[in-house]
């Protein structure tokens, strides 16, 4: 058990009387006690307001998104309409192609 | 400058505990609680108070979470450092010599009659030696020998710099030196002999 270390005082100290074993159930349970009645005291609008503006701004983003995709749309329904319309009066205007 | 950043093993358990994880909580009380305890009896001496300190240590460590900033210090120095205060106010407020009560007055200068008891004094006086250190000084030698801390470490617990720590630590070691200069023969001749044979 008895070292004999190059620092005669470190090998003293070494013989200072054993550290007793901790009550470590006791201090845990008190501990977390402790834990539990902190976390249940936390406020928690702040979570729940930035969840709630998180949701406005991917709702509003999205319903931005729609919009223009679907204006984008019709844009191109009413043109391909016209282009259809064209082509038809184009064929039954009975052009003289050597003009 | 920016603060230096440090490699902190109980990191994940800490970020985890200020989120509110309940289990990462007990596993960081369970890692910690040893040292903390260990320190505090070394420095009090008593186990109701150790307890007491212990207990109020891991309090504090639940108050500072939220507000806890990673890598800008390692968690178990800033336990030592409340865990020391928390003794150190004690040991003002009760103005007792830690180990007096407890351990037997000097020892019978005759041949002892075995090695149990003979250890029982040895460790009777190195813990007097060291009760009878001043608070700062029995601090930084077990911080720096029972907690095996480096001496910038043990400065920040402390307060100080770590010119100022290897000081306290020579005057410590002077100290105890003198308080067991007696004892020295006496506790290396049955070990040598025995090594010997």
Not at chain 1, 76 to 90: H, I, S, V
């Amino acid at each position: 058990m008895t070292q004999i270390s190059s620092d005669p005082l470190a090998s003293l100290l070494e013989q200072a009387g054993p550290v007793p074993t901790p009550p470590l159930a006791r201090i845990e349970a008190a501990a977390m006690a402790a834990y539990k009645a902190q976390n249940l005291g936390r406020p928690l609008w702040p979570v729940r307001l930035a969840a709630l503006a998180a949701l406005v701004i991917v709702g509003f983003g999205g319903f931005i998104a729609f919009q223009s995709w679907q204006t984008s749309q019709s844009n191109q329904k009413a043109m391909q309409a016209d282009a259809d319309a064209f082509a038809e009066e184009l064929i039954t205007a009975n052009l003289d192609p050597t003009y | 400058m920016s603060k230096p950043h440090y490699f902190d093993p109980l990191a994940g358990l800490v970020e985890k505990a200020r989120r509110g994880d309940t289990f990462a909580a007990r596993a960081l009380v369970k890692a910690v609680t040893p040292s903390i305890w260990n320190l505090s009896w070394r420095l009090l001496h008593d186990a109701a108070e150790a307890e007491d300190v212990t207990q109020e240590t891991l309090i504090r460590l639940w108050k500072i979470l939220p507000s806890w900033k990673p890598g800008q210090a390692r968690i178990q120095t800033w336990l030592h450092l409340v865990t020391t205060n928390l003794c150190f106010d004690r040991l003002r407020k009760s103005r007792r010599f830690v180990y007096g009560e407890t351990l037997p007055e000097q020892s019978d200068p005759s041949p002892l009659p075995d090695a149990g008891l003979l250890q029982e004094v040895m460790q009777s006086r190195v813990d007097r030696a060291l009760g009878g250190l001043p608070h700062r000084q029995r601090a930084a030698i077990i911080l720096t020998h029972y907690d095996a801390l480096p001496a910038r470490e043990v400065g920040v617990i402390l307060g100080i710099s770590v010119e100022a720590v290897e000081s306290l630590l020579a005057r410590a070691r002077r100290a105890l030196r003198l308080a067991l200069k007696d004892d020295k023969q006496e506790f290396f001749q049955p070990s040598v002999g025995g090594t010997a044979a």
